[in-house]
C-alpha cells in the first residue's frame, strides 16, 4: 500500500513539474503505476491490483496529462480509450481472472502508446505468453507472468524492445 502511494506521489511530482509547453510523457507518469499492476497480478493480489489501478485512474484523471490524452493523433485515441477503460475495470474487480482480462487489453493499448513517443526514459520489454495468448510490458528480461502468476511464473518470451 504504501509503495503505491509513493509510486503516485512520484507520478504526480513528475506531472507538477512539468511546464506547459512540456508536457509530460505517458512512460513517466504512467510506467511506474502499470509496473505496480503487473507486479500485483504477478503475485496473483487482486487487492493490490485493485490499488495500482486505482491510483492508475487517479493520474490519468490530472489536468495535464489529460490534456495531453486528449491532444493524441486520431490513431492513438483508441489505445488511451481502452487504457483507460480497462484501468476502470480492474480497479472494480476483485477477481484476479477479471482484472487479468481487462490487463490484456491494457498491456497491447499501453504499448501502442509508447511505442508513439519519440524515445523513452528507460528501456521496456514487451513480453508474451503462449499459453494466453497475451502480452505484457516490463522494465526486466526475466519473464514473471502476469496472467498465470505462480502457477507458470516463467512462462513467456520477449517479443520486442523499447528504448
Known amino acids: 500500500m504504501k509503495t503505491l502511494?509513493?509510486?503516485?506521489?512520484?507520478?504526480?511530482?513528475?506531472?507538477?513539474?512539468?511546464?506547459?509547453?512540456?508536457?509530460?510523457?505517458?512512460?513517466?507518469?504512467?510506467?511506474p503505476l502499470y509496473l505496480s499492476l503487473k507486479d500485483a497480478l504477478v503475485a496473483d493480489d487482486a487487492s493490490a491490483a485493485t490499488q495500482a489501478a486505482n491510483a492508475l485512474l487517479q493520474t490519468?484523471?490530472?489536468?495535464?496529462?489529460?490534456y495531453s490524452f486528449q491532444n493524441q493523433q486520431?490513431?492513438?485515441?483508441g489505445s488511451i480509450t481502452a487504457f483507460k477503460k480497462s484501468a476502470a475495470i480492474i480497479a472494480k474487480s476483485k477477481q484476479l481472472?477479471?482484472?487479468?482480462?481487462?490487463?490484456?487489453?491494457?498491456?497491447?493499448?499501453?504499448?501502442?502508446?509508447?511505442k508513439?513517443?519519440?524515445s523513452l526514459e528507460n528501456t521496456l520489454?514487451?513480453?508474451?505468453?503462449?499459453?494466453?495468448?497475451?502480452?505484457?510490458?516490463?522494465t526486466e528480461?526475466?519473464?514473471?507472468?502476469?496472467?498465470?502468476g505462480k502457477q507458470m511464473l516463467q512462462c513467456?518470451?520477449?517479443?520486442?524492445?523499447?528504448q
Open 5 to 31: 502511494k509513493t509510486l503516485y506521489t512520484i507520478a504526480l511530482l513528475l506531472l507538477g513539474s512539468e511546464t506547459m509547453a512540456q508536457r509530460p510523457s505517458f512512460q513517466a507518469a504512467l510506467t
Open 97 to 114: 481472472d477479471e482484472q487479468r482480462k481487462a490487463f490484456e487489453t491494457m498491456s497491447t493499448a499501453y504499448y501502442q502508446i509508447l
Open 141 to 148: 528480461k526475466a519473464i514473471k507472468n502476469p496472467y498465470y
Open 116 to 118: 508513439s513517443e519519440r
Open 125 to 138: 520489454y514487451y513480453q508474451y505468453c503462449p499459453m494466453k495468448k497475451a502480452y505484457w510490458l516490463s
Open 60 to 66: 490519468l484523471d490530472n489536468s495535464e496529462l489529460a
Open 156 to 162: 513467456g518470451q520477449t517479443k520486442d524492445t523499447l
Open 74 to 77: 486520431a490513431n492513438l485515441k
